[in-house]
T-cell receptor, first 116, second 116 residues
Framework: GAVVSQHPSRVICKSGTSVKIECRSL??????MFWYRQFPKKSLMLMAT?????????EQGVEKDKFLINHASLTLSTLTVTSAHPEDSSFYIC????????????FGDGTRLSIL | DQQVKQNSPSLSVQEGRISILNCDYTNSMFDYFLWYKKYPAEGPTFLIS?????DKNEDGRFTVFLNKSAKHLSLHIVPSQPGDSAVYFCAASASRYGGSQGNLIFGKGTKLSVKP
């Protein structure tokens, strides 16, 4: 099946650090990539949608200056958490979808971000 | 307002028997439904999907049933195996409308335990 690779799987860093997470589709062209955040015992919460070559669309309540998204190619999207603080600690997960209708999203394995 | 609901947080089934996972939705514009399986510390894995023009889709041991009038879908796993033990997420989208309405809306998940 389709493979999406997300790195790193775990990050522990000090408050104020910026952290970049990469999401790659390994065997298909991802015209659209999604970034989610999951809180404990909650469902996946969509943060933003990015289409290759265009600006990301952020969901209500998500700070675009805090969570920078770049989708530079059909196989790579990055999420940068800028000046991270403890409240940004969470599980971040990306997904990618190919071209055409009724294409499922394929997910990476997520990144556990811990800000000290 | 939860548009996709999985009312059973957990389900326990004996190996070899049928597992039935249920999902209800409220948005009549949803036309594409998916089931994902998630193990701890991994991203969701796409299992099976169904579009609103069908009422049943089968793939090996997995069958998804869609009842549009009741706004209800279910995932049947038969026979259940211990390796099926995971959290199962139902998701829906209004894919024909594109844009943000094409994004997936997830339920909160049902934890399936298959006992040997």
């Amino acid at each position: 099946g389709a493979v999406v690779s997300q790195h790193p799987s775990r990050v522990i860093c000090k408050s104020g650090t910026s952290v970049k997470i990469e999401c790659r589709s390994l065997d298909f062209q991802a015209t659209t990539m999604f970034w989610y955040r999951q809180f404990p015992k909650k469902s996946l919460m969509l943060m933003a949608t990015s289409n290759e070559g265009s600006k990301a669309t952020y969901e209500q309540g998500v700070e675009k200056d805090k969570f920078l998204i770049n989708h530079a190619s059909l196989t790579l999207s990055t999420l940068t958490v800028t000046s991270a603080h403890p409240e940004d600690s969470s599980f971040y997960i990306c997904s990618a979808r190919g071209r055409g209708p009724h294409q499922p999203q394929h997910f990476g394995d997520g990144t556990r971000l811990s800000i000290l | 307002d939860q548009q996709v609901k999985q009312n059973s947080p957990s389900l326990s089934v004996q190996e070899g028997r049928i597992s039935i996972l249920n999902c209800d939705y409220t948005n009549s514009m949803f036309d594409y439904f998916l089931w994902y399986k998630k193990y701890p510390a991994e991203g969701p894995t796409f299992l099976i999907s169904i579009s609103s023009i069908k009422d049943k889709n089968e793939d090996g041991r997995f069958t998804v049933f869609l009842n549009k009038s009741a706004k209800h879908l279910s995932l049947h796993i038969v026979p259940s195996q211990p390796g099926d033990s995971a959290v199962y997420f139902c998701a829906a989208s209004a894919s024909r409308y594109g844009g943000s309405q094409g994004n997936l809306i997830f339920g909160k998940g049902t934890k399936l335990s298959v006992k040997p």
